[in-house]
């Protein structure tokens, strides 16, 4: 079977959420036995590893240990320079050349497209905060969701959370959409890229986020209970409405000094271990999650968790996690001290964490992502 992949999001870099899903999950596939008996063809939009287009030898690797095995590999570039890459150039080339299945790891499906299409939805965090969205983006959003639900052959939900607010908000039939849950990258830490104690974050500084809440949240444990930590954001700032109001919720921090929150930006894969290895906790006080894979790097990691109780962040964090309602500021700070002061609670946090994590891997991810493709 020829099973081409919208794999645009792979070749980006830095890699976050959606692009490392989609390059993790080709690196996987590649990988997996079953696959000795498919063809497997890379859509991107440029110019990528090993001169572009054209099947990659066997033996060699692409991006950084893309293993290819015995499952022949090709790569074709689809240049455009405009915007509408998927429904004007990926479409075309369906037109003229339809694999036996198309994949899209990244929620759009192209308007040419082959009746065997397979469309992963990672969440549905615009239509419960649309004042987080420019309109023209929100538009697109909901129209290319529902697109997808109604004409590919199978939709792959990230979480059971996920399937829910398809079939509950878009009338998605339940029959048509599986859940494959995320897997997890274990990584190796280099040095120590920061000074305990430290309080940390990890992913996109924006609003949906609730950023804003936990600088509150980190304030007010300061000033109530006078920790010594350090409160670190690692990510990009989001470009969403609403980071102009979380620049002023730092600058103008009230008693909270500016050192005392330290934004690192994109940091290396062995930084990130690091700090994750290093950090007294990691907290994800998220309004929306799809899926929320740093909670599992955390817990991989031996950090202890505090996330939020709604969407697919309990489902995915488990009995290893402390869960807060994401808008009570003090519940968040409480329980952040509690993790912090109480060792044995930490301890047993971070126990129940390592069970967690054996729920989950990329390759668990990749088997059943093939299983749904080539039935």
Known sequence: MLIGINAVAAFKE????????????IKHLTMLDESKRHRFILYSQGTVGHGGQGTVPK????REGLSLRDSPLSIKQ???????????????????HQPDVLFIPVHVLPLVHPQNSV????????????????????????WSTKYALKNARKIIAV?????????????????????VYHGFNVGSEQGQSMKPPYILFIGRLETKKNIQGLIKAFNLLKEKYQVPHKLVLVG??????????????????????LDQVIFTGYVSEQEKWSLLKNADLFVLPSFYEGFGMPILEAQAAGCPVVTSNISSMPEVAGQGAMLVEPK???????????????????????????????????QKCA???????TK
Not at 78 to 96: C, D, F, G, H, I
Not at 128 to 136: I, N
Not at 236 to 257: A, D, E
Not at 368 to 373: A, D, F, M, S
Request: a positive charge.
């Open 119 to 142: 469309v992963t939805i990672h969440g549905l965090e615009y239509e419960h905060y649309p004042e987080m969205y420019p309109w023209r983006h929100l538009r697109y959003l909901r």
């Open 59 to 62: 033996g060699q690797s692409f």
């Open 159 to 179: 979480s059971e959370n996920t399937k829910k607010d398809l079939v509950e908000l878009y009338g998605g039939n339940p029959e048509k959409i599986e859940v």
């Open 328 to 362: 009570n500021i003090e519940q968040i700070a409480q329980t952040m001290y509690k993790v912090i002061k109480d060792s044995q609670f930490k301890n047993d946090l971070i126990a129940k964490g390592y069970q967690n994590i054996k729920r989950f891997s990329w």
């Open 236 to 257: 990009p700032k989001g470009t969403v409405p609403g980071i102009q109001s979380l620049q002023r919720t730092v600058s103008q921090g009230q008693s909270l000094n």
């Open 78 to 96: 689809l240049k455009w320079s405009l915007p509408m890459w998927t429904q004007v150039r990926l479409a075309s080339e369906m037109l003229l």
């Open 367 to 373: 088997q059943e992502t093939l299983r749904i493709l």
């Open 14 to 25: 830095p890699r976050t959420g959606v692009e490392e899903y989609t390059y993790q999950l």
